[in-house]
């Protein structure tokens, strides 16, 4: 069974309205979790490295008050597009490492934004 | 420079042939690298690990070469299943992983 969720996996949303994204670890506790952002023809894009328990790190070029990471627990983080413009439509993707090196993909969620 | 490059294709061959990828990464200090299948709108799914010695999973295999820092993954007997972008990843330290643009592949009939 999957290891990885994301909910929601599709989201529509109006152009200056906030939208929030979970990335739930299913069966471990994920001590890292990132996120990627990716578009059309384009390779995934890490946004931001998130432990848990303390502020995320973000890549250069990414507005931390415009993508908020939270990631409260050991198995779930979120990721919050604030005020969201069509430039920010996507597929999100979060991928969880555990104490080890094992790591999983979440399955993805696409955001259209109009 | 990309950190990880490669050729976008797309690469467009009949069932059954053979067909390589190629990739090249930029820092002579990474210490993993992997090829990822990712299918259109899904998330990347790991297809093989790479190794020095050259590794091989069916019809799959994946080549490391360190001193020219260049990464292969040879298919042989191609399905049409395995239409799908395929991701060279390296790894530097710790879990961070860089991503190639990806090769796009075609299986046609």
């Known amino acids: 069974g999957a290891v990885v969720s994301q909910h929601p996996s599709r989201v529509i949303c109006k152009s200056g309205t906030s939208v929030k994204i979970e990335c739930r670890s299913l069966?471990?506790?994920?001590?890292?979790m990132f996120w990627y952002r990716q578009f059309p023809k384009q390779s995934l894009m890490l946004m931001a490295t998130?432990?848990?328990?303390?502020?995320?790190?973000?890549e250069q070029g990414v507005e931390k008050d415009k993508f908020l990471i939270n990631h409260a627990s050991l198995t779930l983080s979120t990721l919050t597009v604030t005020s969201a413009h069509p430039e920010d439509s996507s597929f999100y993707i979060c991928r969880v490492t555990g104490a080890g090196l094992e790591q999983y993909f979440g399955p993805g969620t696409r955001l259209t934004v109009t | 420079r990309k950190e990880v490059e490669q050729d976008p294709g797309p690469f467009n061959v009949p069932e059954g042939a053979t067909v390589a990828f190629n990739c090249t990464y930029s820092?002579?200090?990474?210490?993993?690298f992997f090829w990822y299948r990712q299918d259109c709108r899904k998330e990347p799914k790991l297809l093989m690990s790479?190794?020095?010695s050259g590794n091989e999973d069916g019809r799959f295999t994946a080549q490391l070469n360190r001193a020219s820092q260049y990464i292969s993954l040879l298919i042989r007997d191609s399905k049409l299943s395995d239409s799908a972008t395929y991701l060279c990843v390296v790894r530097n330290s710790g879990y961070a992983l860089n991503f190639g643009k990806g090769t796009s592949l075609l299986v046609t009939p």
């Open positions: 820092n002579s200090a990474s210490q993993s």
């Open positions: 069966d471990f506790q994920a001590t890292t």
């Open positions: 998130s432990n848990e328990g303390s502020k995320a790190t973000y």
């Open positions: 790479v190794y020095s």
